[in-house]
């Protein structure tokens, strides 16, 4: 029996090793940073924002505001020039916020990358209110 799980495991770890080392390497090269931004279109909608930089941090999710989570963030801004923060524990899981929650996050430029989205919900995470998604570099 244990040769047999052996050769089960040879058999499955050829393949899904070739395929795991492929996508890392694909990773790598579908990412592209944007100086001038990500758009990002709403799909019920169809407003579009740009997503000027990423971050991440710690922030508080719950009632209790002195358990920090990890944390994404986002700096967008409207074509209209209003400007605001979303920030999560996922990018299916953002939330509107205030600078103060991200003050203190480590930010870079924004990137993109072909299947970015961002699901931001109400205050009790439970209704998912806008979803964007990537849709390439700002001109």
């Known amino acids: 029996m244990r040769s047999l799980i052996l050769a089960a495991m040879a058999v499955f770890a050829l393949p899904f090793g ?5 996508d890392v390497d694909k990773t790598d090269t579908l990412w592209q940073s944007c100086p001038k931004g990500v758009l990002f279109k709403e799909l019920e909608s169809g407003i579009v924002v740009t997503v000027i930089r990423q971050g991440s941090g710690k922030a508080a999710f ?36 205030g600078p103060d929650t991200v003050k203190n996050f480590n930010w870079r430029p924004a990137e993109t990358y072909p299947d970015a989205f961002y699901t931001v919900r109400d205050d009790e995470g439970v209704e998912p209110l806008l979803n964007f998604v990537d849709v390439g570099c700002a001109p």
């Not at 989570?69 to 990018?91: N, R, W, Y």
């Open 18 to 22: 070739a395929a795991q080392s492929e």
């Open 62 to 97: 719950t009632a209790d505001k002195k358990l920090l989570q990890p944390a994404t963030a986002a700096e967008l801004v409207t074509k209209e020039g209003d400007h605001g923060f979303i920030s999560g524990p996922m990018p299916s899981y953002m939330f509107a916020v």
